[in-house]
């Protein structure tokens, strides 16, 4: 007989302990909200999985003060890939990303790394934990109850089948393709396309002697007649090779023995004496996945569990983390009384068409290299939402719905980036005379953090307040993820105009009719 137990409550429980689940119980508690994380799995992941992390994502990162610790763990490539016939062919060819990383550092505080999976998430759950967040590992989500004011998940402990109910305002399925959390809200999955079988074989292999320093590339796409096969690193000697195989041609994932593994791997490289030592091969399919809608009620899916993607382009673990970011913090506002039931809607709004486009995007990009431009994608994504502003006033390089744009300044004598203070806060940029939207902000019932250009923002105040528009007394809300929720051109009526843009912003029926942005 199976004895439950009743755990903590707790106002955000995060199904799955992957990127996309660790990225939301940290946004959560980064926000004031309490998160406990579930994982059916003893541990994270064992096996190196995505690998590129893209801008977006590293600037997230740089926000929690992982920076220098991701940055430690990359692999060094460069923004190359090479289609030869084996890997002593290697030539260089253009991924569509800048090769001078001056031109990426002029729109961001950072670069992208290449850091495998495995590695990048012991880094996140130390973060989570030192926040003072739980995860439970060894733990499977087996029913799950909405009633409107909350749900009651029953959990399991997989190695004593020992129970517990645990009771939270919302749940949050990031227990990817299968995931329980989807099927037991009843959330329909869109199949938006399929490539085919693969077998991704994770392998150890000392192939830099044969590539050399000048091509650690991104990836490395084989065309050999008997190896035809995309190769990418996996961080120190460790690297990953998938194959398409064909049932109509007879072969099953059997055929690939560890044998037959090494043989593919030397073929690919162009040395039948390498020595190779096979770490894990596995099947998976090459599709691509929509689910219907990311909220049932109190009940949301992200990562896997809402947007599923092939390897092309590392666009499936950036998708999941930046989509985890943007939920995060709405439940913890929503969940501590800061915002309206109204802005847990928005993630469904402003999430769900970058999962399809991305999801789109890889099911492409086999056949279709990236072009020159997409880099900047998810630097320059807007959302369009219930929460966020119309268009109104374009101030400088602002746009309601769109990232704010970074910018390096001086904050009690320290160089920062600008995206660096938004986290966890309603931040206000504003001109050097502002003392109109000081006093509106001193009004508002939910703290508005305010950056004056020259008073508490040190940098070159003409080029910063042209490049955010408010050089002649205009002010720029930016929400807690970094997106800019309303602008203002002028300053007439700030405190009315401010507080009808906050409750915007939060989802919430205040007493202000928001005012055009003119």
């Not at 199904?15 to 990225?23: D, N, S, T, Y």
């Not at 260089?92 to 990383?101: A, K, L, R």
């Amino acid at each position: 007989m199976t004895t439950r137990t009743r755990s903590a409550d707790c106002q955000v429980l995060v199904i799955g302990a992957g990127p996309a689940g660790l990225a939301t119980a940290i946004t959560a508690i980064r926000n004031g909200a309490g998160a406990l994380v579930v994982e059916r799995h003893p541990g994270t992941s064992i096996h190196p999985r995505a690998t590129g992390v893209h801008l977006r994502t590293m600037e997230l990162l740089r926000t929690w003060g992982l920076r220098r610790e991701v940055r430690a763990l990359d692999a060094r490539v460069r923004p190359l890939r090479s289609v030869s016939p084996t890997l002593r062919e290697a030539t260089p060819v253009p991924m569509g990303y800048p090769t001078d990383p001056r031109e990426v550092l002029a729109v961001s505080p950072v670069l992208p790394v290449c850091c495998p999976q495995d590695r990048l998430e012991p880094v996140l759950l130390d973060h989570l934990r030192a926040l003072g967040g739980e995860v439970r590992f060894g733990v499977e989500l087996v029913d799950l109850v909405d009633d409107r004011a909350g749900v009651t998940a029953t959990l399991r402990d997989r190695a004593t089948g020992a129970a517990s109910v645990v009771r939270a305002r919302f749940v949050v399925g990031a227990d990817g393709t299968r995931s329980v959390v989807r099927r037991l809200s009843g959330i329909p999955l869109e199949r938006l396309g399929e490539i085919g079988e693969f077998v991704l074989v994770h392998f150890a292999a000392n192939l830099d002697d044969l590539l050399g320093e000048d091509r650690r590339f991104g990836m490395y796409v084989v065309t050999h007649p008997d190896a035809e096969v995309v190769v990418v690193r996996a961080g120190g000697d460790r690297w990953s090779l998938a194959r398409q195989w064909f049932p109509e041609r007879g072969e099953s994932p059997a055929d690939f023995t560890p044998d037959r593994c090494v043989e593919l791997v030397r073929t690919a490289a162009g040395d039948p004496a390498l020595d190779v030592r096979v770490l894990t091969h596995m099947p998976f399919t090459m599709v691509g996945e929509l689910a219907a809608t990311f909220r049932a009620g109190n009940a949301f899916v992200v990562g896997d569990a809402a947007h599923r993607m092939t390897p092309a382009g590392a666009l499936g673990m950036n998708t999941a983390i930046q989509s985890a970011h943007n939920l995060g913090w709405k439940l913890a506002w929503v969940a501590r009384g800061s915002a309206g039931e109204a802005l847990l809607d928005t993630y469904h709004a402003e999430r769900k068409p970058a999962g399809e486009r991305n999801a789109r995007r890889s099911l492409e990009m086999l056949e279709v290299p990236p072009t020159d431009g997409e880099w900047t994608v998810d630097l320059d994504r807007r959302y369009v939402s219930a929460v966020i502003a119309p268009t109104g006033s374009h101030l400088g390089g602002v746009l309601p719905g769109r990232r704010a744009p970074h910018a390096w300044v001086s904050v009690a004598g320290r160089r920062r980036s600008l995206l660096d203070l938004f986290d966890g806060r309603l931040t206000l940029i504003v001109g050097p005379d502002a003392d109109g939207w000081r006093a509106a902000a001193a009004s508002s019932p939910v703290p508005v953090q305010v950056l004056g250009i020259g008073r508490e923002l040190g940098c070159d105040a003409q080029r910063l307040a042209r490049r955010y528009g408010v050089a002649s007394g205009g002010a720029v809300l930016v929400r807690p993820d970094g997106h800019v929720a309303w602008t203002c051109a002028r300053a007439a009526e700030p405190v009315g105009r401010l507080l009808a843009a906050v409750d915007l912003a939060l989802g919430r029926a205040g007493g202000y009719a928001l005012a055009a942005s003119a």
